[in-house]
Nanobody, 127 residues
Framework: QVQLVESGGGSVQAGGSLRLSCAASSSTKSANYMAWFRQAPGQEREGVAALDTQYGTTFYVDLVNGRFTISQDNAKNTLYLQMNNLKPEDTAMYYC????????????????????WGQGTQVTVSS
């Protein structure tokens, strides 16, 4: 079982940057897949970026591709989400998730594919 704790959220102006961190209780490689999801008020939780921790393959939703970067530091058991050129529509609660079950390109960013979740960190982007 993996326990996840997010940090790094905050308030920034449009065009700014934030780096979210997700500290895992065990090696990030013990969960074959890790991901970032977000949920804005009144909306469903959506996948943002995912990482195959074994091979380093990354996946992004089109809305953030080119602006967000997911990465891991195995020595620190930490997953990151570097967010650049933030927009007001990026405002949401951001969640870290982990899972070990096999996944395909169609399921990397599906909420039901992840069993372990953090408590979330709030990101607010003002215009």
């Amino acid at each position: 079982q993996v326990q996840l704790v997010e940090s790094g959220g905050g308030s920034v102006q449009a065009g700014g940057s934030l780096r979210l961190s997700c500290a895992a209780s065990s090696s990030t490689k013990s969960a074959n897949y890790m991901a970032w999801f977000r949920q804005a008020p009144g909306q469903e939780r959506e996948g943002v970026a995912a990482l195959d921790t074994q091979y380093g393959t990354t996946f992004y939703v089109d809305l953030v591709n080119g602006r967000f970067t997911i990465s891991q530091d195995n020595a620190k058991n930490t997953l990151y989400l570097q967010m650049n050129n933030l927009k007001p529509e990026d405002t949401a609660m951001y969640y870290c998730a982990a899972d070990s079950r096999p996944k395909s390109h169609f399921t990397f960013l599906r909420e039901y594919e992840y069993d372990y979740w953090g408590q979330g960190t709030q990101v607010t982007v003002s215009s």
